[in-house]
């Protein structure tokens, strides 16, 4: 073996920044790859590196009549998720990362993982990625270089960020990037570790190629390491998409909302108004990450740090999300679908006749009829952002767009009604706090079972949920134009198991209650868990569902609210006392009132 492929030599380096250059080489001395190729997003190294990936056997080209620039990935079977159970929050101190996170210590995680960095990109290219999360330029931007040797990250990375050259010019010679080093080694869950050095900006991610845990852009810098520079530099970082509501004036309105990972923040953010809603228009900014930083003028302003969409497949078609299914007709990847003989792609749930036969997300042949699924239920699409119809005109502001109101959302089949406000900040926060949510296949586990995850952050929050309940009370002092804070649930069943509420794009009739609410504009009646639409005001014309239903999934249980109400105070005696009092006595007070009946 020659020197140079031991200690590879930064040919050609596309920045002279010390700081980036000597952290490179460490990297490569220790993971020893034969090779060290550095990424300008240029479309022309971007397509000499997915000739590679062909060549590799790491993407198919699909048909490229039905999906021009569409590749097909299909992942390690033992590889199609987030790991919670292996992701770690390497704080000083196990009282930092809190209740919620896995902990090691950062001297003990580092020492792990260099054994197993150590020779693991043998034989092997590293990529360095240089990526901006947020528009070039913005205030708001974070800059990040990921040194990886998965093909399949470089290609998504330059999808789902700024990639390439304007990165670097942006960093110029700081120190000030975030350090992702990611290595696929040999994709084997026991040797898989995804581990957070907020302290130092740094990632480490062995032994697993899935988006969510490799991606280090998403999850890991902008939620993880995120909400850590949020609470120490005061802005917040959510796992919430953004959306623009204009009106028939012509008038925009910037929500941001939360929901759990595959419960349709996408389908949220890209919702189309029913007929009824004539002149109205929903705009996309992010489907599901907000940065959100209080501006000069009292408001509080959102950007998208994201580029592109990496969203759940199944269930997406012309009805449920038309337009992510114009995102992705073209420039896609699509990872662990089913795959056609002619080259398409197939999913549950997609429009049209089921195909006869087609190869299943496995590899596997599968025949129409097939009790097994084609594609698996957290398989993904990738696409620009650039791809969406109804992408926001302002999703690459650098300031972003001002916020009038939040919405927390969980998957309940019971207990939580359609839409609520809150009363005020403080009660929508311990709304947001007390979220509960089915579990959905977008982390391994068992699926439908309720858990606690707060702002849809449970697997996100990079600090202690106590402490992040605390920033979250402290932002409003430093908001003066706060916004309004609901809570919604899209999915709550009737007795005899169906949907009382259509969702999807009848959503626009809650979303305009709320937008009105926002503005002050609608009527509200007060309830014990806070201001639901009065009739009136709550355009349910045309709607096609008996009003019934929709009382039903407006209606208190009271009976389920005092179990819901014993389980969120089992919950925050799991968090411990760092839990704010403020939510302690939200929560008391709640149930003095449904005490009173
Ligand atoms: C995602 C997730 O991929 O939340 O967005 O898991
Ligand atoms: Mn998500």
Redesign the pocket.
Do not use: E, L
């Given at each position: 073996m020659s020197s140079t492929m031991v200690r590879p030599v930064l040919e050609n380096p596309l920045s002279q920044n010390p700081h980036l250059l000597s952290w490179i080489e460490e990297c490569a001395a220790l993971a020893k790859p034969e090779k060290i190729v550095w990424c300008d997003g240029s479309q022309e190294q971007n397509e000499a590196i997915m000739a590679d990936g062909l060549r590799d056997g790491v993407f198919h080209r699909l048909n490229q009549e039905k999906l021009p620039g569409c590749f097909y990935h299909r992942s390690n079977s033992n590889d199609v998720?987030?790991v919670e159970h292996l992701t770690f929050i390497c704080t000083p101190t196990k009282e930092e990362a809190g209740p919620t996170n896995n902990w090691m210590a950062p001297a003990d995680a580092y020492a792990k993982l260099r054994q197993l960095f150590d020779g693991a990109m043998k034989g092997r290219t590293m990529y360095v990625v240089p990526y901006v999360m947020g528009p070039i330029g913005s205030p708001m931007a974070k800059i990040g270089i990921e040194l990886t040797d998965s093909i399949y990250v470089v290609i998504n990375m330059g999808l789902m960020t700024r990639m390439g050259k304007p990165a670097l010019d942006m960093l110029g010679n700081s120190d000030d990037f975030n350090r992702g080093f990611h290595s696929l080694l040999d994709v084997n869950p026991d040797r898989r570790y995804i581990c957070h050095f907020p302290q130092d900006n740094t990632i480490w991610s062995i032994g697993s190629g899935y988006?969510?845990n490799v991606l280090l852009g998403?999850?890991c810098l902008a939620l993880r390491i995120g909400s850590h520079l949020g609470r120490q530099e005061g802005w917040m970082a959510e796992?919430m998409l953004i959306l623009g509501v204009e009106d028939p004036r012509g008038e925009t309105t910037y929500v941001g909302a939360a929901f759990?990972?595959?419960c349709g923040?996408t389908n949220f953010a890209m919702l189309i108004p029913p007929k009824r809603f004539e002149g109205w228009k929903v705009w996309t900014v992010g489907?599901?990450?907000a940065w959100m930083k209080p501006g000069p003028d009292g408001r509080l302003w959102a950007i998208n740090p994201e580029a592109g969409y990496?969203?759940?497949v199944p269930g997406t078609n012309y009805s449920s999300n038309p337009n992510a299914m114009r995102s992705i007709q073209r420039n896609t990847i699509y990872t662990n679908v089913g795959l056609t003989p002619d080259g398409d792609v197939w999913w549950e749930g997609k429009d049209g006749d089921v195909p006869e036969e087609m190869l299943d997300w496995k590899g596997n042949p599968w025949k129409k009829g097939s009790t097994e699924k084609a594609a698996h239920p957290?398989s993904?699409f990738t696409a620009p952002m650039t791809n969406n119809p109804v992408l926001s005109p302002h999703a690459n502001d650098p300031q972003g767009v001002p916020i009038s109101a939040l919405i927390f959302g969980g998957r309940r089949s019971d207990t939580v009604p359609l839409v609520t406000q809150s009363f005020n900040w403080v009660h929508g926060v311990y709304m947001g706090a007390t979220m509960g949510s089915e579990t959905t296949a977008?982390?391994t586990g068992a699926v439908g079972i309720v858990r606690r995850d707060p702002m849809?952050m449970l697997?996100?929050c990079g600090y202690n949920m106590g402490d992040y309940f605390s920033h979250w009370l402290h932002m409003a002092n430093l908001i003066k134009y706060p916004p309004k804070i609901f809570q919604v649930n899209w999915f709550r069943k009737g007795t005899n198991g169906r949907f009382l509420w259509p969702g999807f794009g009848e959503n626009m009739r809650v979303l305009k209650w709320i937008v009105d609410r926002a503005h002050g504009r609608a009527g509200a009646w007060e309830t014990l868990l806070g201001w639901v639409p009065k009739q009136q005001d709550f355009d349910l014309s045309g709607l096609g569902i008996p009003l019934e239903d929709v009382d039903e999934a407006q209606s208190i249980d009271h009976e389920a609210w005092k179990k819901e109400l014993e389980d969120q105070g089992k919950f925050f005696e799991q968090l411990g006392d760092r839990v704010p009092k403020e939510l302690l006595l939200q929560r008391e007070l709640l149930l003095a009132r449904l005490n009173r009946g």
């Open positions: 998720a987030r988006g969510g998403k999850k796992h759990p990972s595959a923040k489907d599901d990450i990496f969203g759940v957290n993904r977008a982390a849809a697997p996100f």
